[in-house]
């Protein structure tokens, strides 16, 4: 699914479950930088809900869409700080 | 309305001349200082509220049981959390390096399974349903306990070992995952539990 946004880093994370999504993409926001976007590509349906739990419950990351595309499921998430 | 008029009267009769009002300048400048001081503990106190804490006590070593507190301690350590996990009595087999890969699943006296006791009673039923519940983990994406150690390991998660439970089973401390600490007991469990604010039994 393209995408408006400027991604630095795709996650994959197709075909992984609770919590590795989560994990994984708090990860690979550490490893980024302030401004930088990241795409989280996932097929587990519960990131659409852990995901944006997440990023509200987390500083220096905002959440900016969640697009839902048959079975794929892709989240783009900002590092603010 | 004489009343308002007397009191008003009285009011700007003599403002100030009660002695209790009346400060000298030192006290003025030490009540300015206690309220320099509170302002700032008042200022800790909000920056250290932004650093939630769980603890969790793991007391159960079936391969079901060892997924709760991985999963959730992994999780809210990706929320920046600070997270305690206390493993003790059968708990401690899921940080135990050779036995966390061979936990089971209990057939006996779990209602979830599909067969009556009498039949999940048959050795090498345990075995059975672990096998079938592995496969479907890994069917599903599942990260495995072994990983999931790895992983809470990675983030940060402190993973106790309870020291009298190591003793009572007859463990050692090499028998645990690097990065598993040891040598702790209720106590310290205890004062991780008083400063969390999630605090969780399984």
């Known amino acids: 699914m393209s995408s408006e946004y400027d991604t630095t880093e795709t996650l994959d994370v197709k075909g992984q479950s609770c919590p590795m999504p989560i994990v994984k993409t708090k990860q690979a926001i550490d490893d980024l930088d302030a401004g930088d976007v990241l795409e989280v590509v996932a097929t587990d349906s519960g990131s659409m809900s852990d995901i944006q739990g997440w990023a509200d419950g987390t500083d220096g990351v905002e959440l900016l869409d969640q697009v839902e595309d048959g079975d794929l499921y892709t989240h783009h998430v900002k590092k603010t700080e | ?202």
């Open chain 2, 1 to 202: 309305m004489s009343t308002d008029n007397q009191s008003t009267t009285d009011a700007d009769a003599d403002p100030g001349s009660d002695p209790e009002t009346e400060f000298d300048a030192a006290e003025l400048q030490a009540l300015r200082e206690r309220v320099d001081e509170l302002e700032e503990s008042i200022a800790d106190v909000d920056t250290g509220d932004d650093q939630k804490k769980m603890t969790i006590v793991a007391t159960q070593g079936s391969f079901d049981m060892a997924y709760p507190p991985l999963i959730l301690g992994s999780t809210a350590a990706a929320f920046g959390w600070d997270v305690v996990v206390f493993h003790t009595f059968w708990g401690l087999d899921i940080l135990h390096e050779e036995k966390s890969k061979n936990l089971k699943l209990s057939a006996v006296g779990n209602p979830n399974m599909p067969v009556p006791n009498a039949v999940a009673a048959i050795p090498g039923m345990d075995r059975m349903a672990t096998r079938m519940m592995e496969k479907k983990i890994d069917e599903n994406g599942t990260a495995t306990i072994e990983e999931l150690i790895e992983l809470s390991l990675d983030q940060g998660v402190d993973l106790q070992a309870c020291q009298m439970t190591i003793e009572l089973m007859e463990y050692d401390e090499d028998d645990f995952y690097d990065g598993v600490t040891t040598g702790v007991g209720a106590a310290t469990a205890l004062q991780h539990m008083a400063e969390s604010d999630i605090q969780l039994l399984v």
